[in-house]
């Protein structure tokens, strides 16, 4: 199960930090990512952090301004969020990928960040 939260109304120019907390499956052992998703728009890839920590990848739109990261002693997995843009608005979601799949088998339920212009 994967729950995330920290999301909320932000001026432009703003920070927040996601989080996302895993229970109930082995976490060091799963890739861990965010999504989000506007009304009519297909869900898009944010971020994701491998299993071990090491690599991480972004999508263009959110490089240099996005850091995740994670902690697998405490099962959470963490977006901070800098230099928002309105068009960051959408509902992000923390998704996990077990090492031996290549889907992400796991969603969380959604945290809705909204950035003012």
């Known amino acids: 199960q994967l729950q995330a939260f920290g999301g909320g109304l932000v001026q432009a120019g703003g920070s927040l930090r996601l989080s996302c907390a895993a229970s109930g499956g082995t976490f060091s052992s799963w890739d861990m990512g965010w999504f989000r998703q506007v009304p009519g728009k297909e869900r898009e890839f944010v971020a994701s952090i491998a299993w071990m920590g090491g690599t991480t990848v972004y999508a263009d739109s959110v490089k240099g301004r996005f850091t995740i990261s994670r902690d697998n002693a405490k099962n959470t997995v963490t977006l901070q969020m800098n230099s928002l843009k309105p068009e960051d608005t959408a509902v992000y979601y923390c998704?996990?990928?077990?090492?031996?799949?290549?889907?992400?088998?796991?969603w969380g339920q959604g945290t809705q960040v909204t950035v003012s212009s």
């Open positions: 998704a996990a990928r077990p090492r031996e799949s290549t889907t992400w088998d796991y």
